[in-house]
């Protein structure tokens, strides 16, 4: 693997996992109007590559002209592989391959308004498997609006070589038809997946009941969360070398689960894939 040496400096696992090549990001929905990606760190450390996928014109041109050296950004939608029709939202954050329900949506404050439909557009999805553009990736983050199971059933082939997936999932649907939490957990568990944290969880308020006079401050109401699933590591046998070395350097640079990078270093260790005391020079580097 080449890397800068402002990675060697960032990484404490670099001369311990020693991968074969870069971690690979794949940004399913990288409309950047959410923040920061979790991978950002690692990504401005040189220790990743990512490939973007994203159809709305306005936000694949800012991911253009903000992106840096190890960054590729294309405009496809990813789906089914069939033809749909996008549902342009008055908030880009909700355009889907599903139309929006206005009955949900009048449900929690504020929601009738952003998801009101202001274009449909035709648009031909791709399958994951069939885009050749996308070589062997180690995390898929995505957030597009309730096709994500779309991209999970059509992305079998490629998936299998992934150690981590990190999603939007919906308690609530806002959309028509919209898979749900259930839908989705069923799919990457039959994947190989297990669920490793909650990255982040929304919580609404009620229409049209609104506290200390923030419409957007929530009580209870679950109404999506960013899920990250890790490739079983009660089955480490399933995993090849290079999994695990991926699976601990995101554990580590993105998700800071020091616990699950120590244990995939026990597992290299065990099998001559890293230094027999690899584990507990990682542990000491940490301090």
């Keep these: 693997m080449t890397v800068n040496a402002t990675a060697n400096a960032a990484s404490p696992l670099l001369d311990l996992v020693r991968p074969a090549r870069p971690t690979h990001v794949l940004d ?14 690692m990504l401005e450390a040189g220790l ?3 490939t973007g996928f994203e159809p709305q014109p306005e936000a694949l041109a800012e991911l253009l002209r903000r992106k840096g050296p190890y960054e590729t950004y294309l405009p496809d939608a990813l789906g089914d592989g069939a033809a ?12 889907s391959l599903f139309r929006p329900d206005p009955t949900r949506l009048g449900l929690f404050n504020g929601f ?19 885009v050749g553009e996308v070589g062997p990736f180690d995390l898929l983050k995505i957030d597009i609006q ?6 999970f059933e059509g992305g079998r082939r490629k998936l299998a070589q992934a150690v ?6 919906s308690f609530v649907p806002l959309y028509e038809d919209q898979p749900v939490f259930g839908d989705v957990d069923r799919e990457l568990r039959a994947q190989g997946f297990v669920p490793h944290a909650f990255a982040a969880v929304k919580r609404w308020p009620i229409a049209p009941v609104v506290f200390g006079g923030d419409f957007r401050r929530a009580r ?24 695990l070395r991926q699976l601990a350097l995101l554990a580590h640079h993105v998700y800071d689960s020091a616990d699950l990078a120590h244990h995939c270093l026990r597992q290299l260790s065990a099998r001559g894939g890293a230094h027999p005391d690899a584990a507990n020079r990682y542990l000491a580097a940490l301090g």
């Excluded at 981590?164 to 999932?169: D, G, K, R, Y």
């Design 28 to 41: 399913v929905g990288a409309n950047p109007i959410d923040g920061d990606p979790p991978y950002r760190a």
């Design 48 to 50: 990743c590559r990512v």
């Design 84 to 95: 749909h029709t996008l549902y342009v939202a008055a908030a880009s954050g909700m355009t």
């Design 112 to 130: 009738e308004e952003w998801g009101r439909v202001l274009e449909e557009v035709p648009v031909e999805t791709r399958r994951l498997d069939e």
């Design 146 to 151: 309730g096709a994500e199971l779309m991209v």
């Design 164 to 169: 981590a997936v990190h999603t939007e999932v």
């Design 220 to 243: 209870h109401q679950l109404l999506e969360a960013d899920v990250v699933y890790v490739r079983d590591f009660g089955r480490p046998e399933a995993m090849d070398d290079e999994q």
